[in-house]
Nanobody, 124 residues
Framework: VQLQASGGGLVQAGDSLRLSCTTS????????MGWFRQAPGKEREFVAG?????????QYTDYVKGRFTISRDNYKNTMYLQMNSLKPEDTAVYYC?????????????????WGQGTLVTVSS
């Protein structure tokens, strides 16, 4: 099983980025998916999650509600995170994760597989 996060980069405050998480080696539609992030010196935190199958249920941390949108494409075995109105405090390494369950869940321990992370840096 492999999860590959991509799409990070250096942007200015107010800009947008779209992260992708491509997967292989698993039946993607059977997994709830999530995005987490870890800023320097801080613990990894939940950002957004999407339920399995059609992804009809989404969940966001309060910090990103209204700015970030999580989605999935089961035909492409890929999950996305559209990030708008980025702020310097969004700077972190962003990780994607897969949970063999209905989801979404916030608890990192519930996830079975993790990607390697992609760095998002937002300058003021």
């Amino acid at each position: 099983v492999q999860l590959q996060a991509s799409g990070g980069g250096l942007v200015q405050a107010g800009d947008s980025l779209r992260l992708s998480c491509t997967t292989s080696g698993l039946t993607f539609s059977r997994y709830a998916m999530g995005w987490f992030r870890q800023a320097p010196g801080k613990e990894r935190e939940f950002v957004a999650g999407i339920s399995w199958s059609a992804g009809s249920i989404t969940q966001y941390t309060d910090y990103v509600k209204g700015r970030f949108t999580i989605s999935r494409d089961n035909y492409k075995n890929t999950m996305y995170l559209q990030m708008n109105s980025l702020k310097p405090e969004d700077t972190a390494v962003y990780y994607c994760a897969a949970d063999l369950g209905v989801g979404p869940v916030e608890r990192p321990g519930a996830y079975d597989y993790w990607g390697q992370g992609t760095l998002v840096t937002v300058s003021s």
